[in-house]
T-cell receptor, first 115, second 112 residues
Framework: NAGVTQTPKFRVLKTGQSMTLLCAQDMNHEYMYWYRQDPGMGLRLIHYSVGEGTTAKGEVPDGYNVSRLKKQNFLLGLESAAPSQTSVYFC??????????????FGDGTRLSIL | RKEVEQDPGPFNVPEGATVAFNCTYSNSASQSFFWYRQDCRKEPKLLMSVYSSGNEDGRFTAQLNRASQYISLLIRDSKLSDSATYLCVVNHGSSNTGKLIFGQGTTLQVKP
């Protein structure tokens, strides 16, 4: 049982390059999320999606774009990478909820370095 | 003020010790609460949900005080394998988007 799968696991980019991080889940979850985690900052929400074809901004969306063309996939794009985007990126998914009572399930992360 | 605040630690304890972590949250509309565990360079994993009446899972006990907006996690008979960072997590108020707010985490080191 794969759960939430992120690719790639590691990547080094030069400033100004673009790339896409892929998140795939096989749990038929409706909701998906992208976070970044930096030392001393905890997990911060970048963008999220409550269903196929929908996306919304989180706490730190600038410099990122997302797409949810298929229910099982949630893509995070960096159009022009900057050193400030060096971080560990986590994708998560959950069942839909009205009361926020569903836990999120995480992928094992993508370590991204921007030089 | 951060929405979810935790003492970052580290807490250094000997094997077999009992250790308690505390967490406060600022949004009184939050309804759901969790503790996650994160090992070094790994993803966060759900440890347990926290219920109003308090709940226990083996050596782990979670408590919630809604009036004080305070959550706690008690670990009894600590094991070396309990060494990790423990994240206090609350839902984003009354939102139905499933958004969660994560504390920065409390680091636990259990020593032999």
């Amino acid at each position: 049982n794969a759960g939430v799968t992120q690719t790639p696991k590691f990547r080094v980019l030069k400033t100004g390059q673009s790339m896409t991080l892929l998140c795939a889940q096989d749990m038929n979850h409706e909701y998906m999320y992208w976070y970044r985690q930096d030392p001393g900052m905890g997990l911060r929400l970048i963008h999220y999606s409550v269903g196929e074809g929908t996306t919304a901004k989180g706490e730190v969306p600038d410099g990122y774009n997302v797409s949810r063309l298929k229910k099982q996939n949630f893509l995070l794009g960096l159009e022009s990478a900057a050193p400030s985007q060096t971080s560990v990126y986590f994708c998560a998914s959950s069942y839909p909820t009205r009361a926020g009572d569903q836990p999120q399930h995480f992928g094992d992360g993508t370590r991204l370095s921007i030089l | 003020r951060k929405e979810v605040e935790q003492d970052p630690g580290p807490f250094n304890v000997p094997e077999g010790a009992t250790v308690a972590f505390n967490c406060t949250y600022s949004n009184s509309a939050s309804q759901s609460f969790f503790w996650y565990r994160q090992d070094c360079r790994k993803e966060p994993k759900l440890l347990m949900s926290v219920y109003s009446s308090g709940n226990e899972d083996g050596r782990f006990t979670a408590q919630l005080n809604r009036a004080s907006q305070y959550i706690s996690l008690l670990i009894r008979d600590s094991k070396l394998s309990d060494s990790a960072t423990y994240l206090c997590v609350v839902n984003h108020g009354s939102s139905n988007t499933g958004k969660l707010i994560f504390g920065q985490g409390t680091t636990l080191q259990v020593k032999p």
